[in-house]
């Protein structure tokens, strides 16, 4: 069994309030959600008007399949226009891993 994450750490356009973050937060989790079929939340940055960090995890039997998965979210987050994509941490763990 392998887990693989992602963290983005994202930078919002015009975004002046938390409601205003929220609108344009929710729908890209959504869309991870519905088209990857991962774990997606807005996991750190809450109290900030113009940064999110989005996690995401995905566990599969075999890593190609996890990769591919992680590849295709990344590519997503970081063509939506709304969003400036400032990093992203990439992580695998195996059942090797202790």
Known sequence: MYVGTLS???LLGDVRSLKEKRSVVRPIVAELQRRFAV????VGDQDLHRR???GIAVVS????????VLDRCE???AARPEVELLSVRRRLHG???D
Request: hydrophobic content about 40%; some cysteine; charged content about 40%.
């Open 8 to 10: 983005f750490d994202l």
């Open 39 to 42: 774990c997606a939340a807005e």
């Open 52 to 54: 999110a960090r989005i």
């Open 61 to 68: 039997g075999g890593t190609e399949h996890v990769t591919e």
């Open 75 to 77: 590519r997503l987050v």
């Open 95 to 97: 059942d090797e891993d």
